[in-house]
């Protein structure tokens, strides 16, 4: 690769990487305000639950767009559209309002739900396939480095001079990276089809995903692994502050531990995976780590030491955070020729299901239990349904693995 291209390649995972970071600091600014928030509002705070399902929701639609979007605008353009959204949803919120709360984060998740088509098209295009595992696995990581720079900063802004202004930092924030990426956009979007119709092919994706068992295995494992993401990202905080005794900006310090877990966890998986070019194999020693650390996390009391506490949810951030990068690239490996955007489309599509339906059942179940430490068993029986279905796709892959062998190896 020439000096050209690696700065090319360079500025690519730098923009997708700090888009995902804004992108997640926008759709994870309530849940560390939510106790604030709560009393401001006069609400229970376990209806920030039902916040996010409404947000990843809208999410979902827009994935049904992403490749449509990228093929019409260009990916570099359809970044800053999403990014565009999710500030502008974040404006939305600010009003003190639940109608304008749910509107915000129907146009936040809309913007969201664009993001990893227009990111999947840029990197296959500008990265090599060797490092695909580590190279997504760093774009990921701009997921929970934005989720501990939220869990590190709003909390003591909502503290010290209002929620809202916690929000309006993140759309800032959003607004200066649509405008730094403009430069790029005439060599990233020159692959574009201005003709292109945004009405054609909206569930392309998805049938691409569901006709492939081994993709469509994959990606439901990647539901329940999002849904027991998002549950421990959106209660970490109330569950700290009702149960465990901790102050808001302490719960949100936790917070950023098992974002930095994730950071750390998502890099260092993507590294295992391309060493031992087992992406599947990884995802299963994940998700076993992942059921035992819900255990603990439901033993939790507020009788732990702190260095405990600490240990264990940066651990568990490693792993219910860290396997996204894997995931996507497998995906990516899977994906036909030309068609992984709209397989990227497909893909999040079901991942951001998991995030829709995890919290809002969190939330319904902590109705019935009312406990959150107890509700936290949910998270052992995703994962479990999420192990059985890594081992359906690591059956369903076996054949291709045999057809790849033999076209780089015929029998002689």
């Not at 947000?55 to 605008?73: D, H, K, S, Y």
């Amino acid at each position: 690769m020439n000096l050209l291209a690696r700065a090319n390649a360079l500025s690519v995972v730098v923009t997708v990487t700090a888009t995902q970071m804004v992108g997640a600091m926008s759709n994870a600014a309530l849940p560390v305000i939510a106790p604030r928030l709560a009393e401001a509002l006069g609400v229970s705070a376990a209806l920030i639950g039902y916040q996010v399902s409404v947000l990843f929701g809208a999410a979902c639609i827009g994935t049904l767009f992403g490749g449509a979007f990228v093929q019409r605008f260009g990916a570099c353009r359809t970044t800053q559209i999403s990014i565009g959204l999710c500030g502008a949803g974040l404006l939305f919120m600010t009003v003190s309002d639940i109608a304008a709360i749910a509107l915000g984060s129907l146009v936040a998740g809309f913007g969201q739900g664009l993001i990893n088509s227009a990111a999947a098209h840029l990197l296959v295009r500008y990265t090599s396939a060797d490092r695909r595992n580590l190279i997504f696995s760093v774009k990921q990581s701009g997921v929970p480095v934005g989720g501990m720079a939220i869990a590190l900063t709003a909390p003591a802004i909502a503290v010290s001079i209002g929620w809202q202004w916690a929000l309006v930092m993140v759309a800032a924030l959003a607004a200066l990276l649509v405008a730094l990426i403009q430069p790029a956009r005439g060599a990233w979007d020159a692959d574009r089809d201005p003709a292109a119709g945004l009405r054609q092919r909206h569930f392309g994706g998805l049938a691409l995903v569901w006709s492939r068992p081994s993709l469509r295995w994959l990606v439901l494992a990647g539901f329940f692994f999002s849904a027991i993401q998002r549950s421990l990202i959106t209660f970490t905080v109330v569950f700290l502050v009702a149960e465990a005794g901790y102050g808001l900006i302490a719960a949100g310090i936790m917070l950023s531990v098992t974002q930095a877990g994730g950071v750390m966890g998502r890099l260092a998986w993507g590294w295992i995976a391309d060493r031992t070019r087992s992406s599947l194999g990884v995802l299963l020693v994940i998700c076993v780590i992942t059921m035992s650390a819900s255990v603990l996390l439901v033993l939790m009391t507020a009788d732990w030491p702190q260095p405990a506490v600490y240990a264990l949810f940066l651990v568990f951030g490693a792993v219910s955070v860290g396997w996204n990068g894997v995931l996507h690239a497998e995906c990516a490996r899977l994906s036909p020729p030309g068609m992984v955007g709209a397989i990227a489309g497909g893909s999040t599509f079901f991942i951001f299901g998991g995030v829709l339906t995890g919290p809002a059942v969190f939330a319904a179940a902590y109705g019935v239990i009312g406990s959150y430490a107890a509700t936290f068993n949910l998270l052992v029986v995703f994962g479990a349904a999420g192990f059985v279905l890594l081992l359906l796709a690591k059956h369903a892959a076996r054949p291709r693995a045999a057809e790849d062998r033999e076209r780089l190896h015929p029998a002689r």
